[in-house]
């Protein structure tokens, strides 16, 4: 599509559950990056994918996050375990290079309680 | 560690009072400079893309312009909808980290009528 569509909109999990987020790219981008947006608008990268492979997971926890592109699929970002400090609104953005404009989702907020 | 500093945080304006936002980097090499805007509840919508000192963009109202060590965002005599988050982000060339855009805290711009 034209746009980047982040789904759910909204999604509520208690301490310890599981959380998965979706992102469908722009048709025609090939690279996809994940951003944690927690408090005053403080980005924080998560990873970036080319096409189906992970181009920079740098700035993932190892931990309890994972994240797949998969060919025909939206992408996903899973949070297993969820904590408190997971609250936050999660965006999504494409691009057609790594080093071009990034068009973000409108995000999926994610609550913990 | 790349940093990105908006100045200032909120800023008020009448309609048609012009006026100009800082960003101030730090990056061990610059790919480029992205101005984004960011209404509540919605994900940043891309502005424009600065690559070398001494460039400028302009796009309606808004005028981007890039030195060594900041950008700035001139606003000439604003409207009502301009009111938004005034993003901006630096993306890094190559070294560990490839296409993630740091962000600075953002500019709250209000225009009242």
């Known amino acids: 599509g034209e746009e980047v569509a982040q789904t759910p909109k909204h999604l509520v999990r208690g301490e310890g559950q599981k959380a998965k987020l979706y992102c469908a790219p722009i048709k025609g981008h090939s690279y996809v990056f994940w951003y944690q947006q927690v408090l005053k608008n403080e980005f924080k990268f998560l990873i970036s994918?080319?096409?189906?492979?992970?181009?920079?997971e740098t700035g993932m926890p190892k931990e309890r996050f994972s994240a797949k592109c998969l060919p025909n699929s939206p992408c996903s970002l899973e949070i297993q375990a969820t904590k408190l400090e997971d609250s936050a609104v999660y965006f999504c953005?494409?691009?057609?290079?790594?080093?071009?404009?990034?068009?973000f989702g409108d995000g999926t907020r994610l609550s913990i309680l | 560690e790349d940093q990105v500093t908006q100045s200032p945080e909120a800023l008020r304006l009448q309609e048609g009072e012009s006026s100009s936002l800082n960003c101030s980097y730090t990056?061990?090499?610059?790919?480029?400079l992205f101005w984004y805007r960011q209404d509540p509840g919605k994900g940043p919508e891309f502005l424009f893309t600065l690559y070398s000192a001494g460039e400028e963009k302009e796009k309606e109202r808004l005028k981007a312009t890039l030195t060594k060590k900041e950008s700035f965002l001139h606003i000439t005599a604003p409207k009502p909808e301009d009111s938004a988050t005034y993003l901006c982000a630096v993306q890094a060339d190559g070294g560990t980290s490839y296409g993630k855009l740091t962000f600075g805290q953002g500019t709250i711009l209000t225009v009242h009528p």
């Open positions: 994918f080319q096409n189906e492979n992970v181009f920079d």
């Open positions: 990056v061990s090499g610059l790919r480029g």
């Open positions: 953005a494409s691009s057609q290079m790594w080093n071009q404009p990034q068009h």
